[in-house]
């Protein structure tokens, strides 16, 4: 490299306007975590900089780095993604989900495997190959788990029995209880003797408890499965809010992605 200047491959999670000219990148790396890179007159049609400063770009980025700043010298795309942007809802979805890879991204902490996620859920939202809604809820729940807050849906949380099709998800503890610790609490709180439960419980079916444990099995294909289209809509209030409110965040993009489905 010459001197000073380094180089990075990764995914523009963002790119925001900086004054008339300029565009400030959020880059998703492998090896550096996020990095924020500065493309001096991006916004022209005629800069060289133009086609790799859009988001959901993945590409090769070669920058001085001075100070606090990064300056972009060379780009070059490596896949641009860009049928993404064809249809409103995969568009929408992609969005929310760079945002949310934007929060959980750490300056120089390297994270591999949540680029590789962003770039899967990216390749299959522009392949159409599952309902956007899948791809969504899988992205969610392996990204909030690979942020640390992975559920434990191995056995009860109330006796400690390994359960084959738990009856309720925790949203809040990251847990699930077996049908009959929830009859038990059922009849505990109706004579005022609840102690410590669940608080935010999430009614599963046998469905939707095998998807979410394939999704979290590590399995060479966590989108691969297929449910009746009412275990899927659980499933993905379920990854919804358990990101959420693990989180504990509001997404501007997640709001329009619903506007954008609900029409
Ligand atoms: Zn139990």
Redesign the pocket.
């Known amino acids: 490299m010459a001197n000073g200047e380094e180089s990075c491959r990764g995914l523009v999670l963002r790119s925001t306007d900086i004054g008339d000219h300029d565009k400030l990148l959020t880059v998703l790396t492998a090896e550096r975590g996020k990095l924020t890179i500065c493309a001096k007159g991006a916004h022209s049609l005629k800069s060289k900089y133009m086609p790799v400063s859009q988001q959901f770009i993945y590409g090769d980025y070669t920058f001085r780095e001075k100070g606090e700043g990064r300056w972009l010298k060379e780009g070059s795309i490596v896949e641009s993604f860009f049928s993404v942007r064809a249809e409103l809802t995969r568009l929408a979805a992609a969005s929310y989900m760079m945002g949310v890879a934007e929060v959980i991204a750490l300056e120089e902490e390297p994270d591999p495997e949540l680029l590789r996620l962003c770039l899967n859920s990216l390749h299959l939202l522009a392949a159409d190959k599952y309902p956007v809604s899948q791809v969504k809820a899988v992205f969610e729940l392996l990204a909030v788990s690979g942020a640390g807050f992975a559920p434990d849906l191995g056995s ?1 949380a ?2 400690g ?1 390994r ?1 084959p099709y738990p009856a309720v998800f925790d949203l809040a503890g990251g847990v699930v ?2 049908s ?2 929830v009859k038990k609490r059922e009849q505990a709180a109706r004579f005022g003797e609840a102690e410590e439960g669940y608080s935010v419980p999430a009614p599963l079916t046998p469905g939707v408890a095998d998807a979410l444990r394939h999704i979290l099995s590590g399995a060479d294909n966590p989108f691969a499965f297929r449910l009746p289209e009412e275990d899927l809509r659980l499933l993905c209030d379920i990854c919804e809010r358990y990101l959420l409110l693990q989180l504990d965040m509001n997404f501007k993009t997640l709001d329009f992605y619903h506007e954008v489905t609900a029409s």
């Open positions: 009860c109330g006796c029995k359960t209880f077996c009959d610790c």
